[in-house]
């Protein structure tokens, strides 16, 4: 299926409401039933069915199938947040005595998941270094369920080689899952190199405004249907119709914005690889990141999300830095219009701060709709207060 036909008309059935061409937002909580064998056979069937909308909801389904269809998935769900569908996902296949490996770095709050609530439940995990799969393999325990992987990560954005990963992961029949979200379906489709499982915090670039918090799961329709009928519909973290409706008007320009944040996060980038007062710059798509093979080989772009290590020796010299920066806000999350920027010294004195060992002089940056010269622009100035 193209691109261009998932984006702009998959799953928008304009019979079914006057030939309007934006899909209509069914703010409806249930549907009405003729009969009770209409009613029996719908309960039996409820992921395909529209009963009540803590299920299922027209609006929504609208985009499940957008969704399913761009990371090449049999199906989906759409959950209130990216938080949300790593829950459901990981809670979905684990039960109480089991392994999880997990790379270095994940989310923060999915870290927060696997340390904090799932060891209450006798849950175990190893956080490796998935960069050499072999890390990964020698982590493997009898009782190992789950494989956890983000590549990129969102902050220093190491890889792993999802190939292998899937293939090691099949022969100990562990369930695989990785954190798309740095890559959106636009730049890597993880489950056609054999992973399980795909989830997204669509809060980012698949609705790319900064306007809707989402979260998407994709996998096979087995997968969707048994996560749906357990802890989807017992979490209930729903997306509102309306959210949806909105999501669904983020994503008809996803193509475009992910061109244009690659154009200029590739331009900073460059720039910024060269100037005296960085150290360095972490990008998954520049020739000096240590596994750029790798991410030609399974990623189709780099994104505008990339970290800078300010060449500094004092805090105050980072502070100085973000505090003259005018059109990169601080903010957290990313992937929006907005350029942002999020300093990891902010974090760094807050005792037990899961991040807190990430370098204090590095800066995130996420590009959003603007021009390289516009942003260009004010990193230079930023960077001249440095040392002022
Ligand atoms: C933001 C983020 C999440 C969490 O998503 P929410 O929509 O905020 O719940 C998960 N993974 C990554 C990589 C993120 O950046």
Redesign the pocket.
């Known amino acids: 299926m193209s691109l261009d036909h998932t984006l702009i008309h998959l799953g928008e059935d304009r019979k079914k409401y006057f030939n309007a061409v934006s899909p209509p937002i069914i703010q409806s909580s249930n549907f009405v039933f003729d009969s009770i064998s209409d009613l029996r056979e719908a309960i039996g069937d409820e992921v395909n069915n529209h009963i009540y909308t803590r299920g299922n909801n027209p609006t929504v389904a609208i985009l499940r199938k957008k969704i399913a269809a761009l990371e090449k998935a049999e199906d989906a769900l759409i959950v209130g ?4 569908a ?1 829950a459901i996902a990981v809670t979905g296949n684990l039960k109480s005595g089991d392994h999880v490996i997990c790379v270095n770095l994940p ?1 923060s ?2 870290r927060k998941l696997f340390s904090e609530t799932l060891s209450r439940w006798d849950v175990s995990v190893d956080y490796v270094d998935g960069r050499d799969v072999a890390n990964i393999k020698n982590a493997i325990k009898e009782n190992t369920a789950l494989l956890y992987l ?1 590549s990129p ?2 902050i220093s954005f190491e890889l792993q080689d999802l190939k292998a990963c899937a293939a090691l992961a099949k022969e100990h029949n562990i369930i695989t899952i990785i ?1 798309n ?2 890559s959106s379906p636009i730049f890597q489709n993880p489950i056609e190199l054999g992973i399980d499982i795909v989830i997204h ?4 670039y698949l609705n790319g405004h900064s306007d809707v ?3 998407v799961i994709c996998s096979t329709k087995d997968m969707i249907a048994k996560l749906f009928k357990n802890e989807y519909m017992t979490y209930g973290t729903i997306i509102s119709p309306h959210d949806a409706a909105m999501v669904i008007r983020g994503l008809r320009t996803i193509k475009m914005r992910m061109e244009h944040v690659q154009k200029v996060g590739m331009q900073l980038v460059d720039w910024l690889a060269d100037h005296k007062k960085i150290k360095k710059v972490i990008y998954p798509y520049h020739p000096s990141f240590p596994q750029y093979d790798l991410a030609k080989q399974q990623m189709r772009g780099g994104t505008g999300l990339f970290s800078i290590i300010l060449d500094v020796e004092e805090k105050a010299e980072v502070e100085k830095f973000i505090n003259a920066l005018n059109n990169f806000i601080i903010a957290v ?2 992937g929006g219009h907005e350029s942002l920027c999020i300093p990891f010294l902010a974090f760094h004195d807050i005792p037990g701060w899961p991040d807190h060992y990430v370098d204090w002089r590095l800066v995130r940056m996420s590009v959003g709709f603007e021009s390289f010269e516009y942003l260009r622009d004010d990193i230079e100035q930023a960077l001249n207060a440095i040392g002022s």
């Open positions: 947040s990216g938080a949300s790593a989310y709050w999915t983000e990560n969102s954190d979200s740095y915090s669509g809060t980012k918090v989402v979260g999350s990313w």
